[in-house]
Every structure is written in C-alpha cells, then in structure tokens.
C-alpha cells in the first residue's frame, strides 16, 4: 500500500491536465498513487489521462458517465484511495517539484492532521492569500477562507472522521472541509512557502461567482449565524 494518495478530479481541461500530472509525476517524493477521476468530460481529458496512466502505474484512472461536480467526485476519490495521507491536485494548477516532499515533512515535524501551502497564479507570479495566512486562522477563517484547496494534504482518518467532503455544498466545498477541520479542533498550519501554482485564469471563484458567494456565505453563517457576507 502507498503511503500517500494524491487525488485529482478533472472536467473538460484537456489544454491544462497535462501539465498537472507531470508536475505530479516529478514530484522529488516518489511512493504514492495518483487517484484521477474524470468528471463527464466532454472534451479529450479522458483519453489524456488514459495515455498517462498507460505509462506510469502509479496512476489510477476512475470516470463518471455524467457530471456529478467536484464534491461527490472528490469523496469517490477519498474511498477509492489506500493511502493514509491525502494530497489534493486541481486539475489545471501545477504543482511545485518538492511539494509533497516539503509538505509531508512539514506534518510530520508539527504533529498535524492538515496542512497547505502558499500558491502564486500561474499568469501573474503573484503571491496569493499571504496577509490572512499570518492571522489566527480560526479568527480568519470566520470571514475568508485562506487555504489553498489544491495544495492540501492531510491525514485520511481526519476526512473519514469529518465525513469527508459536504456533499451539499455544490460550490466552497474547500471552505466548509476547513472549516469543520478547525472547528473539530484538528491541527491545521499553513506552510508558509511557495509550493503550488493557481490557473487564476480558469478559477471556479472567477467563473462562479454568485454561486460561489452563496456556498460561502453558507459557511459563514455555520461558524457564526450573525455573519451574513
């Protein structure tokens, strides 16, 4: 059994997937399997994928006859995964090539269940989300969600323990996680490098805007009902 599983869920990013998996495939930390699901593509994502997964056994190749969004996709890859450590990857982000090295090392070192990293957009070499980073993130986490969802590795007993993802959260599917992770007094740090490259083109939040708001705010108000926005 791999000690790690990095998971991935992907939808129409035939232009971008490539470049996601071989910044997994490079990764400096080599013992893991690699969980891809796609989503209902209907673009050539699938047959990108497939010719990937011919080459490198580490990946796991997984598919939904129809779109069933991000959420249901991640929890089917989280049940499908043997390792016990998650890593997450979006689908048209890159990662960093020490990455996981760096990451597992720095749960290791800190005792925790959960950890991300910084991230610049790939389009602009822009930091991103460092301000709230350095605030108490169960202060900040009220107000703003200030992870990286794609860079994110945590302990697979913590996700089962939270049940996973909420599946009825369409959209914020990465707020609500963290914000039941600090709730439940699981120990959560950011790790305060550059480890992760954002698609800030091709950003759900861009895309999705009100819906996007709406799952937010639902998140907010869980944590303090007299939070409206």
Do not use: W
């Not at 790690?4 to 399997?33: A, P, R, W, Y």
């Not at 990937?52 to 995964?81: E, M």
Request: net charge positive.
């Amino acid at each position: 059994m791999n000690y790690i599983s990095i998971i991935m869920s992907t939808f129409n990013s035939e232009q971008h997937v490539g470049k996601s998996i071989d910044s997994i495939l490079n990764q400096t930390f080599e013992d893991f399997e690699f969980l891809i699901l796609d989503d209902g593509s209907t673009d050539n994502t699938q047959e990108v994928v497939k010719n990937y997964s011919k080459s490198d056994k580490r990946i796991k190749f997984y598919k939904n006859d129809v779109n069933l969004g991000l959420t249901l996709s991640l929890n089917t890859l989280i049940q499908n995964a043997s390792g016990n450590i998650i890593a997450r990857q979006d689908s048209d982000d890159i990662s960093r090539k020490n990455r996981i090295e760096m990451q597992i090392n720095f749960l290791k070192e800190n005792n925790l269940d959960a950890c991300t990293s910084f991230a610049v957009s790939q389009q602009t070499l822009k930091k991103i989300n460092n301000l709230k980073s350095y605030l108490p993130l169960n202060l900040v986490i009220k107000y703003r969600n200030p992870f990286i969802h794609g860079s994110l590795i945590l302990k697979k007993k913590v996700l089962n323990e939270i049940g996973n993802y909420d599946e009825r959260f369409k959209y914020a599917q990465d707020y609500k996680l963290m914000t039941d992770l600090i709730k439940s007094n699981y120990k959560v740090k950011i790790l305060k490098e550059v480890l992760y490259e954002l698609n800030t083109e091709n950003n759900i939040s861009t895309n999705k805007k009100n819906e996007q708001a709406y799952y937010a705010n639902c998140v907010r108000r869980s944590i303090d009902p007299l939070l409206k926005n």
